[in-house]
């Protein structure tokens, strides 16, 4: 590398190590499966409680949808 001291535009490069401790497979988080789920870190689904659901307004029926859907494509 000291052979192009004279031109600093060049890249230079080096080999980094692996992270790993040991060759067991078996110890690497990646291939076990663990976190895999978590790598977004967002929470699982939002169950509102009993109080927080009466309060919600009941979903519409079948025919309902279908009266709304109509009246939309008119």
């Known amino acids: 590398m000291s052979d192009n001291a ?20 078996s110890t690497d988080p990646a291939l076990t499966g663990k976190g895999g789920q978590d790598a977004t870190g967002k929470p699982g689904p939002f169950i509102p409680d009993d ?8 979903p519409k029926s079948s025919d309902e949808l279908k009266a709304a859907s109509a009246k939309l494509n008119e």
């Open 6 to 25: 004279g031109n600093k535009d060049e890249q230079q490069f080096s080999i980094q190590p692996h992270p790993a401790t040991t060759n067991d497979p």
């Open 51 to 58: 109080e927080m659901a009466s309060k919600l307004e009941k």
